[in-house]
Nanobody, 127 residues
Framework: QVRLQESGGGSVQAGGSLRLSCAAS????????MGWFRQNPGKEREGVAT????????YYADSVKGRFTIAQDNAKNTLYLQMNSLKPEDTAIYYC????????????????????WGQGTQVTVSS
C-alpha cells in the first residue's frame, strides 16, 4: 500500500509559477508509473504529466507541454510538478497517482488503472 500526499498548491496570478510535491510512503518500484492529474467539479479527471519510475521517461498533455515539468527524487520518495507560465485554465485540484505498469505512462490521459491516489491540492490561477 503506497500512500501519497500532495502539497504546494495555492493561488497565483496568470504567468506565475508553482511547484507541487507528492510525498510517497515508500519508493515506487521501477515498474511503476507516476503521474499528475487534475480535475474541476463536474468535469472528468485530466492527465497532466507522467513519469516512468524505472527509466525516467516523461510524457505530457499537449495543454502543458513547454510549461510544466514532472520530476522524481528517489532519495526523498518525492514526485514534483513544476508549473510555469500558469494560465487561468490550469485552475483545478491536482492529484498525484502511482500504479504498476510503466507502459501506461505513454497514455497521459488514462487514469483508471492507477492503484494509488493522493488527496489532492488546489491550484487557483487568476487573470
Amino acid at each position: 500500500q503506497v500512500r501519497l500526499q500532495e502539497s504546494g498548491g495555492g493561488s497565483v496570478q496568470a504567468g506565475g509559477s508553482l511547484r507541487l510535491s507528492c510525498a510517497a510512503s515508500e519508493s515506487p518500484d521501477s515498474n511503476y508509473c507516476m503521474g499528475w492529474f487534475r480535475q474541476n467539479p463536474g468535469k472528468e479527471r485530466e492527465g497532466v504529466a507522467t513519469i516512468n519510475a524505472g527509466d525516467g521517461s516523461t510524457y505530457y498533455a499537449d495543454s502543458v507541454k513547454g510549461r510544466f515539468t514532472i520530476a522524481q527524487d528517489n532519495a526523498k520518495n518525492t514526485l514534483y510538478l513544476q508549473m510555469n507560465s500558469l494560465k487561468p485554465e490550469d485552475t483545478a485540484i491536482y492529484y498525484c497517482a502511482a500504479g504498476v505498469g510503466p507502459h501506461w505512462c505513454t497514455m497521459v490521459a488514462a487514469y483508471g488503472w492507477y492503484n494509488y491516489w493522493g488527496q489532492g491540492t488546489q491550484v487557483t490561477v487568476s487573470s
